[in-house]
């Protein structure tokens, strides 16, 4: 996943985010009302690492902290879009899932556990 990021980066792109298809449905809710069901064809769910031009990224920073914009950048692809920059995706890795949550830690330990490479320098 590390080398496709970069080999798109290398090859021009400015911007480029592993993504992996969403299973789960998705509403737009508020407060306790749905508002809109998206079609989940069209959604991914974004993983890091993410890869970026850095002399892109820095001058995408350096107009989001000098604007007086509304805009909550979440992460650098979501900077970078707003800054008008194309953001292209690559196959990500079910396996790079973010560890947040207890229950992500359990789950990173399960699958840690369950390599044989671990096992063996127990």
Known sequence: MVARIVDRVAAGASAVIPVLPVA????EVD??????TPDRSRLRAV?????????TLIRANEAYFASSQDFIATDDA???????????????DAMAFKITTP?????????LAAQPAARDEK
Request: glycine letters at 10%; a negative charge; hydrophobic letters at 50%.
């Open 103 to 111: 229950l992500d830690l359990t789950l990173a330990r399960a699958v």
């Open 47 to 55: 993983q890091t690492p993410q890869g970026f031009d850095l002399a």
């Open 24 to 27: 789960d449905t998705i509403k």
């Open 78 to 92: 979501s900077l970078m879009e707003w800054f008008g920059v194309t953001v292209v995706t690559v196959p990500g």
């Open 31 to 36: 407060g306790d009302t749905v508002l809109a």
